[in-house]
């Protein structure tokens, strides 16, 4: 066992779980899909049955009898006088139908490779002599791509010197090393609500606290919120992604930027700034450099999105300081970046104006084909209208994103319901749905939600889609 959840934040993250089908399975199916979206990881113990039940105002008979199919199913385990406590999962779980060969899976927003990744692999592959003539070992990263970083982001009038990159695995490393060694137990860090999943786990895991503030598709970032949040809890760190934000697609204005920035000033918080999407504009350039001139930034950059997923070159961008501070601290966590995959950045990043225009064209094509199908079949969904990025963030007609999301399970589609973006809950009346597949296969996406969507309404507590503007 890791870790404990208690019945009153379980309750918080089982969200609309009520369907027609009996509560015990409900619960049951509500517990699957968090350990699915990894927001209730294994080794994990769960509340005692009279105290979930008690959260969720449910019998105790209930919750026992979701927690048999859980066990059943392999899910959990249950030891007496021990309790009850999450499995790792295994491949053959229960929300996938036998059979379901031409499953469409949309849980990663990751394109596939950018065309000539192939070719330009093969190329380095040619000087592997030279490579492994070298240690192998380089907490900091290639002189050459390092330079090549800076050059980028002087390019885009941010002054910037080799000494102030550090290559890293790929984004996700630099968020987990950021998080590690710029911050201490209890430390506040303010965050978006929805935001990038991976990024909040990180910052837990380092002990830190979370202070969410709402952004919408529509609206953008709560302004007042923030600045509220910035004076009372003083955080230590802001983590941000202006451009094309996960999963909403918004960007922020300049008046936005601004805000933020001198709120985060005024109280010595360090912006990390997530830009891992920032290139991916479809029908814009996302507008002027956010927070250019700010000093107490921290800019997390990754070849990922734009060329392959399975690339693990990503970066950091800050202070001399700061990346002296992260590179002291590697080890501990990894020993380097792979020589190789470095060398096929150094390659790469020369050629990123052509590799971003073919990867805009791809997006494009999908973005269309899926609001254009998802308007068509589902007309009563809010589907935005985004600029760029990798996904929608659709407004559902009823606070079901949970339940859908099993359903269509059922039927090969795989999708993250809201609740994984959120920070302290909510968002069952969003989906994302990224558009990085090709347009059929996004065509027929939607019309698998169209056809499950019926189904959920119909078996949730009250019916009728307009009845859940009461509870919401």
């Not at 049955?49 to 199919?69: F, I, N, Q, W």
């Not at 970066?315 to 190789?340: C, K, M, N, Q, Y």
């Not at 999301?405 to 969003?430: M, T």
Request: charged share 20%; aromatic share 4%; glycine share 10%.
């Amino acid at each position: 066992m890791d870790s404990r959840i208690s019945a009153r934040a379980l309750a918080t993250g089982l969200g609309g779980w009520r369907s027609s089908e009996p509560a015990y399975e409900a619960l049951a199916d509500a517990v699957r899909l968090l350990c699915l979206d990894n927001r209730l990881a294994a080794h994990t113990a769960l509340p005692a049955e009279r105290e979930l039940a008690s959260a969720l105002g449910v019998s105790r008979t209930t919750v026992a009898a979701a927690y048999r199919s859980l066990r059943d199913s392999g899910h959990i385990r249950s030891l007496r006088g021990s309790g009850s406590v999450t499995l790792p999962l295994v491949r053959t779980d229960p929300g996938v139908r036998p059979g379901v060969s031409d499953a469409l899976d949309l849980q990663q927003a990751s394109p596939s490779a950018w065309p000539g990744l192939a070719g330009v692999i093969a190329e380095v592959a040619t000087g592997a002599t030279t490579l492994v003539a070298r240690s192998g070992y380089d907490v900091v990263g290639h002189p050459v791509l390092r330079e090549q970083i800076a050059r980028r982001y002087r390019d885009r009038g941010i002054p910037t010197g080799a000494d102030e990159v550090l290559v890293t695995s790929g984004a996700q490393s630099a968020i987990h090393l950021i998080a590690a060694v710029l911050l201490g137990r209890a430390d506040r860090v303010l965050i978006e609500t929805p935001t990038y999943p991976h990024a909040a786990d990180a910052f837990r895991r380092a002990g830190a606290r979370m202070v969410a503030v709402p952004v919408t598709t529509g609206e953008g970032w709560d302004l007042d919120r923030a600045e509220q949040a910035f004076a009372r809890t003083l955080p230590v760190l802001a983590y941000l992604m202006p451009s094309f934000q996960n999963p909403t697609g918004r960007t922020m204005t300049p008046g936005e930027v601004g805000s933020l920035s001198a709120a985060a000033d005024r109280v010595g918080t360090l912006l990390v700034v997530d830009e891992t999407i920032a290139d991916l504009a479809i029908d814009d350039d996302g507008g002027p450099e956010p927070f250019a001139g700010d000093t107490r930034v921290v800019r997390i950059g990754s070849l990922g999105k734009t060329v392959w997923g399975g690339l693990r070159v990503g970066w950091v961008r800050a202070s001399a300081d700061i990346i002296r501070r992260l590179a002291a601290a590697r080890p501990v966590h990894d020993l380097g970046t792979p020589e190789f995959e470095q060398a096929v950045a150094a390659a790469l990043l020369p050629r990123m104006a052509e590799i971003i225009t073919q990867r805009s064209a791809g997006l494009r094509a999908g973005r269309d084909a899926l609001s254009a199908a998802l308007a068509a079949l589902l007309p009563e969904w809010e589907v935005p209208q985004v600029r760029g990025g990798v996904s929608l963030w659709v407004e559902l007609d009823a606070p079901l994103s949970s339940p859908l999301v099993i359903a269509a399970r059922s039927r090969g589609l795989y999708l993250s319901a809201g609740a994984r973006f959120a920070v302290e809950g909510g968002h069952d009346r969003h989906l994302r749905v990224p558009f990085t597949s090709p347009p059929d296969e996004l065509v027929r996406a939607a019309g698998i939600l169209a056809e499950t969507w019926p189904g959920v309404i119909a078996g949730a507590p009250l019916g009728r889609a307009e009845r859940f503007d009461a509870v919401v």
